[in-house]
């Protein structure tokens, strides 16, 4: 069901920044819908790590930061840390799914 | 601070029915301003939404899994609950229960648990 595209990896040194982009259609980013970010850790449930595109819930580090254009959205780490190796996924709705949220197909961060 | 703890069968046979109940704690599945969602995560592979309900009975359902869930919410019992019916192996993964908001977000997860399709 996933209609939101993410890379399948990305790297990078610590200290250094990634950014994830999160690729939608017309008919879910492209249609005002906002777009939020999770992170699994290995063997842990997923967090919310942002909500409405950019706000933080309370305890994430302002090292992560999100925006949106168009029919796309795309979260950056800053300051990549050891602790941030971790699965993303972004979340929207759509409305050819009436009701549904539908997740990205998930991208590892790996730090270097 | 609202909590949500998945419980249920490990293992189900193939072409059996999967059960899992999510207990709230720290607040109510009557809330108004919230919906209940389930998502599972199967090996290998990303989140896959199920679907959400509201304990007023609205649901929403994947369309890829409508014709095999059902969610329902016990308010005396504090919890709400996920079947799915015929399962495969396809269907092995970790299911995970939230809390979804009328923003479209899920805001509080359960720890997840294993549940594994076999014979």
């Known amino acids: 069901q996933s209609v939101l595209t993410q890379p399948p990896s990305v790297s990078g040194a610590p200290g250094q920044r990634v950014t994830i982009s999160c690729t939608g259609s017309?008919?879910?980013?492209?249609?005002?819908?906002?777009v939020h970010w999770y992170q699994q850790v290995p063997g842990t449930a997923p967090r919310l790590l942002l909500y409405?595109?950019?706000n933080r819930p309370a305890g994430v580090p302002d090292r992560f930061s999100g925006s949106k254009s168009g029919t796309s959205a795309s979260l950056a780490i800053t300051g990549l840390q050891a602790e941030d190796e971790a699965d993303y996924y972004c979340?929207?709705?759509?409305?050819?799914?009436?009701?549904?949220?539908?997740f990205g197909t998930g991208t590892k961060v790996t730090v270097l | 601070q609202v909590q949500l703890q998945e419980s249920g069968p490990g293992l189900v046979k193939p072409s059996e029915t999967l059960s899992l109940t999510c207990t709230v704690s720290?607040?109510?599945?009557?809330?108004?301003?919230?919906?209940w969602a389930w998502i599972r995560r199967p090996p290998g592979k990303g989140l896959e939404w199920i679907g959400l309900?509201?304990?007023?009975?609205?649901?929403y359902y994947n369309p890829s899994l409508k014709s095999r869930v059902t969610l329902s919410v016990d308010t005396t019992k504090n919890h709400f609950s996920l079947k799915l019916t015929s399962v495969t192996a396809a269907d092995t993964a970790v299911y995970y229960c939230?809390?979804?908001?009328?923003?479209?977000?899920?805001?509080?997860w359960g720890k997840g648990t294993t549940v594994t399709v076999s014979s």
């Open positions: 939230t809390r979804d908001r009328v923003e479209y977000y899920m805001d509080v």
């Open positions: 720290g607040g109510s599945v009557s809330d108004n301003t919230y919906y």
């Open positions: 309900m509201h304990y007023t009975g609205s649901k």
């Open positions: 017309s008919s879910s980013i492209g249609a005002g819908y906002d």
């Open positions: 409405g595109n950019n």
């Open positions: 979340q929207s709705h759509d409305t050819s799914l009436r009701g549904s949220r539908v």
